[in-house]
């Protein structure tokens, strides 16, 4: 849940919102505890259409819908009376079942409160992925010092470009840097070149060490009045 939150005009909102109230509605005379209504957000979330995540400490679910998807031919009604309900059902299911051990994800408990919603049981939606970038996809192209091609996800992008994260690579040890991006087949390049320079190594310079004279001797004496370090000749 630490993706960032995607803006949606109020009355979008308002819709899938009054979808969550329908669909608890249609639940609630079967079970004899208020059912709780559970968060809404929308975010990015790659190639799912929608995700439902259980609070057992509050007892209450956060419904997250992928605004993506309403790009796509239909993927605004499909997201509204599909995807929204298919979570609303795991929430309704993991909140009557939570104290039931080993609840499986599309079980028969599941199942039964699409039933009660008047919907068939499909685990998967029929929408179109294509062009929509999946988060264990690597489409970012970087390269380092011994031009080791980085192939990186969209998360691992975002955390270099926006939050300043520095990659290295393993062979080189040298700083990674972005090249351009893979987009149904077809590489994009940034639009400023980034080469990536390779700095020279530094050759030390010794500094010559100084070998006394065997012939004096460095001894401290009162000159005009001022202790000073004089070089006197050592007798044979």
């Not at 505890?33 to 809404?40: A, C, N, S």
């Not at 819908?65 to 929430?91: C, D, R, S």
């Not at 294509?130 to 691992?156: D, F, V, W």
């Not at 520095?166 to 990674?176: L, N, T």
């Amino acid at each position: 849940m630490k993706k960032r939150q995607v803006w949606i005009k109020p009355e979008i909102r308002k819709e899938f919102e009054e979808k969550i109230i329908e669909c608890l509605s249609l639940c609630q005379p079967h079970h004899h505890e208020t059912i709780p209504v559970p968060q809404l957000l929308f975010k990015n979330i790659g190639g799912n259409a929608g995700h439902c995540r259980f609070d057992f400490f509050v007892l209450n679910s956060i419904i997250v819908i992928n605004p993506a998807y309403f790009q796509k031919e239909n993927g605004y009604n499909e997201q509204l009376t599909n995807t929204l309900p298919h979570e609303v059902a795991h929430h309704v299911c993991d909140y009557i079942h939570r104290k039931e051990d080993r609840l499986r994800p599309h079980g028969w408990q599941w199942a039964k409160v699409m039933q009660w919603m008047g919907r068939k049981p499909a685990r998967c939606h029929k929408m179109n992925g294509e062009g929509i970038i999946n988060r264990h996809e690597r489409p970012y192209s970087y390269k380092c010092g011994c031009q080791t091609a980085h192939l990186l996800t969209a998360r691992m992008h975002i955390s270099i470009q926006r939050k300043g994260k520095e990659r290295v690579c393993r062979r080189c040890h040298k700083r990674i840097v972005f090249q351009g991006i893979s987009v149904k087949g077809a590489f994009l390049p940034t639009s400023k070149p980034i080469e990536v320079s390779v700095k020279p190594a530094v050759e030390k310079v010794l500094t010559p060490v100084t070998v006394p004279d065997s012939k004096f001797r460095v001894t401290t004496k009162f000159v005009d009045g001022i202790l000073q370090n004089v070089r006197v000749p050592v007798e044979i």
